[in-house]
């Protein structure tokens, strides 16, 4: 399936945001890309915005338009605040929580782990990185990757305290799925709202 691997910092210029984490390269060129990044631009229409804020929630999470269109719907049709609903779907996907669980460096590399079966749903190896973690069943490392370099790096020192909807476990390097996380909960800076409005028109 396509996904997006051409250069994260480029898409990050163009949001005027680290949407892939600690960027050096952003840091230092927070403008957009292109010969005319660093001027004034024209004034972005209203559909421009709505369309920006649903790309760069799509690029954030690393979500085709297909899967993201097909979540947005269902979001639609439970009850409560659409907006919050996608925002809520979009962090039970179990790449997202692999990552948020600090499994996994980036959303990218989560994915990855997902992808060649390195992790456990409620003890099972499960392959597929859009699966909807369910309140409270356990995420975790299989045991024979409980080793690799890459999850021990991610793992070291990482504040599992700061994700209130999850509750890590040192020993077995697993962690629950308390809850769906509230809208304040969510650290990613998306006005869910537009998104809601641009598929409304």
Wanted: charged share 30%.
């Amino acid at each position: 399936m396509a996904r997006y691997t051409g250069p994260k910092t480029r898409i990050a210029r163009k949001f005027g945001e680290a949407i892939y984490g600690a960027d050096k390269a952003f840091e230092k060129r927070k403008y957009a890309p292109g010969q005319h990044g660093n001027s004034r631009r024209r004034k972005t229409s209203e559909y421009g915005v709505m369309l920006a804020e649903k790309q760069k929630a799509k690029y954030t999470y690393g979500v085709l338009e297909k899967q993201f269109r097909n979540m947005f719907d269902k979001a639609s049709r439970e009850s409560g605040i659409t907006g919050v609903n996608l925002l809520q779907a979009l962090e039970s996907r179990l790449d997202n929580v692999v990552f948020r669980l600090g499994i996994a460096p980036t959303r990218a590399a989560a994915r990855q782990l997902v992808s060649h079966r390195h992790i456990t749903v409620d003890g099972k190896v499960l392959n597929i990185p859009s699966y909807q973690v369910k309140p409270g069943q356990i995420v975790g490392v299989r045991e024979r990757s409980k080793s690799l370099e890459v999850i021990s790096d991610s793992l070291a020192g990482f504040n599992h305290a700061k994700y209130a909807w999850i509750e890590w476990d040192e020993q077995a390097k697993a962690g629950k799925f308390l809850h769906k996380p509230e809208r304040e909960d969510i650290p990613e800076n998306i006005k869910e709202q537009l998104i809601v409005e641009l598929y409304s028109k």
